[in-house]
């Protein structure tokens, strides 16, 4: 699986947008992008998935540029229930829209929200 | 809440005793994932079913370890001889057929090994 790269931490204020970025420069040709967002003492959650260009959800919004090399999670007007850990995966998905198993988890970025 | 659950929540164990934690998936999901979080890391894969086979298995998952899922519903995870450096949040995933990468996670069985 491709290696991820995101940042450590990022602070924002409520109803403030926020955009964290994902590296993932080995990305393969079958990979799909994927976000988690974790709480503390709890399993992750997911957020939204793509494979290209834009993806919107009713949470937030996933950019992926054309090269795939790197992909933004968007979260619109943060509230302090957004303060959590977000992690960026890449994985493989077959035509049949399953993947092969298992997710890689990097260490994910710290967001904090304050008031 | 997802619709997955572990049991228990919580384990507070001495070192060289076993322990078992179940997990019982989203009914519908045929598979089943397993997975290892301590504190400041994301989570780590350990292993991984298909109904009832057990496809995938990582390098962590030593010999102490071991898992099932009989009749493919619910899944055991049994550590034995527990050690310190098992202490740790077990995390159980379940996912349907098609879902891409959207697995559903549980709430985790928090395991401190004294």
């Known amino acids: 699986l491709a290696k991820t790269t995101q940042p450590i931490s990022m602070d924002s204020y409520e109803g403030q947008e926020v955009n964290i970025t994902c590296s993932h420069n080995?990305?393969?040709?079958?990979?799909?992008i994927t976000w988690y967002q974790q709480f503390p003492s709890q399993g992750p959650r997911f957020i939204i998935q793509?494979?290209?260009t834009k993806v919107t959800n009713e949470v937030a919004s996933l950019f992926i540029p054309a090269d795939r090399k790197s992909s933004t999670l968007s979260l619109p007007r943060v509230s302090l229930s957004d303060t959590a850990v977000y992690y960026c995966?890449?994985?493989?998905?077959?035509?049949?829209?399953?993947?092969?198993?298992?997710?890689?988890f990097g260490q994910g970025t710290i967001l904090t929200v304050h008031p | 809440d997802t619709g997955v659950s572990q049991d228990p929540r919580h384990k507070i164990t001495k070192r060289g005793q076993n322990v078992t934690f179940r997990c019982d998936p989203i009914?519908?999901?045929?598979?089943l994932y397993w997975y290892r979080q301590t504190l400041g890391q994301g989570p780590e894969f350990l292993t991984y079913?298909?109904?009832?086979?057990?496809?995938?298995k990582s390098r962590l998952l030593s010999d102490r370890f071991s898992a099932e899922r009989p009749k493919g519903s619910f899944s055991t995870l049994e550590i034995q001889r527990t050690e310190q450096g098992d202490s740790a949040m077990y995390l159980c995933?379940?996912?349907?057929?098609?879902?891409?990468?959207?697995?559903?996670f549980g709430p985790g069985t928090r395991l401190t090994v004294l």
């Open positions: 079913f298909q109904n009832e086979a057990q496809l995938e």
């Open positions: 793509g494979y290209k």
């Open positions: 995966l890449v994985g493989v998905i077959n035509a049949g829209g399953t993947s092969y198993g298992k997710l890689t």
């Open positions: 080995n990305i393969a040709t079958n990979d799909y």
């Open positions: 995933a379940s996912s349907p057929r098609g879902a891409g990468n959207e697995q559903f």
């Open positions: 009914s519908e999901h045929n598979r």
